[in-house]
């Protein structure tokens, strides 16, 4: 190589040629699978390299949280969970060479809630009493789904977009009710395992006895009323003809004198529990 200046003057001394090699920026993309996932799930976050000199050094925010990570190979993962919905984007990354660039690459994580919901069924009731057990869907995503146990048996509420619900049942008693598990339209579930246990008290019965014809001179006979099962005390309305008595606060037996002529017809009974007698 000659250098030539402005008076003709050729310089002959060698210069040695001198090799420039430019590296590529570093560069790097970002993915995140499986999405979306329920609440306690976990996914894995993808760096793959497509240019540079390992090791890389990435830059990038969580949700705006800066984070680093740093990539020897040709790529690199990790374990994320979060309980909410996480954009991932790309900041920067820097490769042996120092060289740097700047990225926006970004990915998404859909993070679905665990159902809840609330339960409930009466603890007592009466021997063929119609129930409900009752449910309200607290958060999810419709349908929700259901699977609850009567004494060891499992059953499925079909699947609704109600908030509110229920399902009509026949309890026995010391029947016990769990609910197992709540899915929802995303297959997000919610172990439960709860249980409540119904107590069913049974009718009470009652017949009359005595009276029979008596003289109408202030003679008087004995009306009898005589209740099985149930829970003292109890309220009696009766009739007399067409005379109608109410007594409340009476014992298995209840009886009195009376002289009033007339049929005497057990109209209604009802118990400390409020269950009604249906044998009369």
């Known amino acids: 190589t000659n250098v030539i200046d402005a008076n003709g003057c050729v310089n ?12 590529p920026l570093p560069d790097v993309n970002i993915s995140v699978s499986p999405s979306p996932i329920c609440d306690g799930d976990t996914a894995i976050l993808f ?26 190979g040709a790529g690199s993962n990790i374990i994320v969970n ?15 060479n120092q060289c740097k660039n700047y990225l926006s690459d ?5 993070v679905n809630v665990i159902p809840e919901m609330n339960w409930n069924v009466p603890s007592e009731v009466c021997d063929n009493d119609i129930v ?21 048996t499992d059953y499925n509420l079909p699947p609704t ?19 197992i598990s709540l ?42 009323f005589e209740i099985s099962s149930g829970s003292p005390p109890y309220s009696l309305n009766y009739s007399a003809g067409l005379i109608s008595h109410f007594e409340s606060n009476i ?21 400390a529990k409020g269950c009604e007698a249906i044998s009369i």
């Open 12 to 23: 002959q001394n060698n210069i040695n040629s001198q090799n420039i090699y430019v590296n």
């Open 47 to 72: 760096f793959n390299t497509l240019n540079g000199q390992p090791p890389l050094n990435v830059a990038y925010n969580a949700n705006g949280t800066l984070r680093s990570e740093t990539i020897l």
């Open 82 to 96: 979060p309980n909410t919905t996480t954009t991932y984007q790309l900041d920067s990354v820097s490769d042996a």
């Open 106 to 110: 970004n990915t998404e994580l859909i």
């Open 132 to 152: 409900y057990l009752s449910f309200e869907f607290l958060t999810g995503t419709p349908p929700w789904d259901v699977i609850y146990n009567i004494n060891g």
């Open 161 to 179: 977009y109600n908030v509110l619900d229920s399902v009509s049942i026949l309890p026995l008693n010391g029947s016990v009710y769990s609910v």
């Open 183 to 224: 899915t929802d339209g995303n297959q997000c579930k919610n172990l439960l395992n709860e249980a409540l246990t119904i107590v069913s008290y049974p009718l009470p019965e009652v017949v009359v006895s005595g009276g029979g014809s008596i003289c109408d001179d202030g003679s008087e006979t004995d009306i009898i």
């Open 251 to 271: 014992g298995n037996i209840y009886t009195f004198p009376t002289s009033q002529t007339g049929i005497y017809t057990i109209q209604n009974l009802t118990d």
